[in-house]
């Protein structure tokens, strides 16, 4: 097999196995209350993929991905997503740069698109004809777009009370949609037993190891955008810690293949009123809050990718802050106003943690900063209600 499988918790490595979802030794003392132990990394063979930039971009990086050719991608653009640069912001000139890699110009208008293509690619190319998920709203209305572009179906489990559009959007591209009285957690657990029962693919996040593997793509966009350079700092927003795994990952195999020779600083941002990966960093025991953020799509109490995201963040020793309600709208009307990018809460985090590093004079001179732009701002215009 071109890849094998390492988890992430203990370590252990499986080759020449079929496709798994967790760890089995780590899932079987993983409990309700606490992040999941056993998310799979996906390794690939670095010593015999050619280490030039440039073939593996002629091949659209399948040396790197878990499909063995790029037929089964959706016929939709998927990534590719522009990266703007600013040299002032706000009517000022910086002594830096500002870049804002805008994922809201994906098919289904989210960053989850990147994921969800691969997981159909990889079904497509299986034979497998169904994938379920569950969602706080944008993996879901993700899903259902993708499946709807490669005739596939997609079963979305949503709690109802997701935003109006995203339950729309699942409704439109045909998905079969199951809401949830209760909570995301309820309708992962629902997803997963439709999955053991009925054999579906399971595109979950931080259960299904090719989301990371889809996320990645950004990465490996950001360094081609930049003329083979990393940026100095990358500001992603965080809520179950997968897209930032993806945009770890994805630097890790160019540094894996020595293509480059050090990490960015990939900067988690989070909403104070969602904060449970990064006021869990130095515990032992995981507590979680009862989140309460307006930023919907990163609203967690339980993060399913904590342990790795944690780890990541660790071993390149990369920082992280948190950011009030009141920063994010800020950000959101401040974006809007001075780029014509208009956010969703989520995606505006990332401003706003980047606005309060500027504030704070944390930004390097002669730096190249990334804000990464996940999801638009008309999946939810009730967050922005009250200034309007
Ligand atoms: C899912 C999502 C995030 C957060 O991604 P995680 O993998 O949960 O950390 C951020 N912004 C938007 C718009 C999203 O849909």
Known sequence: MKYHFECSTC?????????????????????????????????????????????????????????????NMPNLRVGDTPLYMYQDLNGKKLD?????????????????????????????????????????????SSLAGICAAQNQKAI??????????????????GAELKTVDGTYDKAFDLSIEATKKHGYFNRNTAYNPFTIEGKKTVSFELFSQLNKNIPD????????????????????????????????????????????ILANMDNDNFVSEKSNTIADSISVDIPRNFLFCKSYIKKYQTSYLTVSDTEIIEASVNLSKNTGIFSEPAAATAFAGFMKYQKENKIIENSKNVILLTGSGLKDLNAVQSII
Not at 19 to 46: A, H, R, S
Not at 160 to 169: C, E, V
Not at 244 to 272: H, R, T, W, Y
């Open 96 to 140: 830096y740069s500002v870049y804002f890699k805008d994922d809201s110009q994906n098919p289904t208008f989210s960053f989850k698109d990147r994921a969800s293509a691969l997981v159909s690619a990889y079904a497509k190319e299986n034979k497998i004809q169904t994938i379920v998920a569950a969602s706080t709203g944008n993996a879901g």
């Open 233 to 276: 700092t990358v500001f992603v927003p965080v809520g179950d810690g997968v897209i930032i795994s993806g945009v770890f990952k994805g630097f890790e195999d160019l540094l894996m293949l020595k293509i480059i020779d050090k990490m960015p600083n990939i900067i988690a941002v989070q909403s104070e009123g969602s904060r449970n």
């Open 11 to 71: 370590g252990t490595k499986y080759y020449d196995t079929k496709f798994m979802y967790l760890c089995p030794i780590c899932e079987k003392t993983n409990t309700q209350d606490q992040p999941p132990k056993g998310v799979l990394k996906t390794l690939y063979d670095y010593k015999n993929i050619s280490s030039k930039f440039e073939d593996l971009e002629k091949n659209n990086f399948l040396d790197l991905m878990p499909i063995n050719s790029a037929e």
């Open 156 to 173: 979305i489990y949503v709690p109802a009370s997701a935003p109006k559009a995203k339950l729309t959007q699942i409704k439109m591209y």
